[in-house]
């Protein structure tokens, strides 16, 4: 099946750093890409939609100038978590959705500690 | 806000079929009923999907009442790394969005 990755699968960072997270799929083309983050023992919340060649869609409460997403490529989406806060820890999971099926895959999840 | 509704929690015996309820009354003629799970501190895994009709596949069989306004996971013989979060979600294309699902338990 289609299989989408996800690097790195943690980090540490110290408070004020960015960090960079990227979103692969592997074996297809993603014209759409999603970010969702989720707190624990809490679901997945929706962070932003990811167009290739476009602007991010952001929900509402999600700031744009401190999670910067870029689609560059139909494989590759990345979310740069800009000056993190130790309240921006969390685990970030993306999905990635096939251009021919529409069919979405989700990454492994990218687990985010800011000490 | 989810458009699902699941039991927080539910134990099922090692061995023993798991059946997992899902309420969406309000779901439309075009959306897809969704199951994935989610084993701790992983991405959700797909495990099947259906429109009305029943289907099985080889983790688990979805079984979809004739309005559509409830459907049941099954997982036939659980074992113990059948333990996570299961979603039920109704998508008809666009992102997902999860409810708080249901921690299955399965007990040796």
């Known amino acids: 099946g289609a299989v989408v990755s996800q690097h790195p699968s943690r980090v540490i960072c110290k408070s004020g750093t960015s960090v960079k997270i990227e979103c692969r799929s592997l074996?297809?083309?993603?014209?759409?890409m999603f970010w969702y983050r989720q707190f624990p023992k809490q679901s997945l919340m929706l962070m932003a939609t990811s167009n290739e060649g476009s602007k991010a869609t952001y929900e509402q409460g999600v700031e744009k100038d401190k999670f910067l997403i870029n689609h560059a490529s139909l494989t590759l989406s990345t979310l740069t978590v800009t000056s993190a806060h130790p309240e921006d820890s969390s685990f970030y999971i993306c999905?990635?959705?096939?251009?021919?099926?529409?069919?979405?895959?989700f990454g492994p999840g990218t687990r985010l500690t800011v000490t | 806000d989810a458009k699902t509704t699941q039991p927080p929690s539910m134990d099922c015996a090692e061995g023993r079929a798991a059946n997992l309820p899902c309420n969406h009354s309000?779901?439309?003629?075009?959306?897809?009923v969704y199951w994935y799970r989610q084993i701790h501190s992983q991405g959700p895994q797909y495990i099947i999907h259906?429109?009305?009709n029943n289907e099985t596949n080889e983790m688990a069989s979805l079984i979809i009442t004739e309005d559509r306004k409830s459907s049941t996971l099954i997982l036939p013989h659980a074992t113990l790394r059948d333990t996570a979060v299961y979603y039920c979600?109704?998508?008809?294309?666009?992102?997902?969005?999860f409810g708080p699902g249901t921690r299955l338990s399965v007990l040796p």
């Open positions: 999905s990635a959705e096939a251009e021919i099926s529409y069919e979405q895959y």
């Open positions: 259906g429109l009305k």
């Open positions: 074996d297809f083309q993603a014209t759409t």
């Open positions: 309000t779901i439309s003629g075009n959306e897809y």
């Open positions: 979600i109704v998508h008809s294309g666009q992102n997902f969005v």
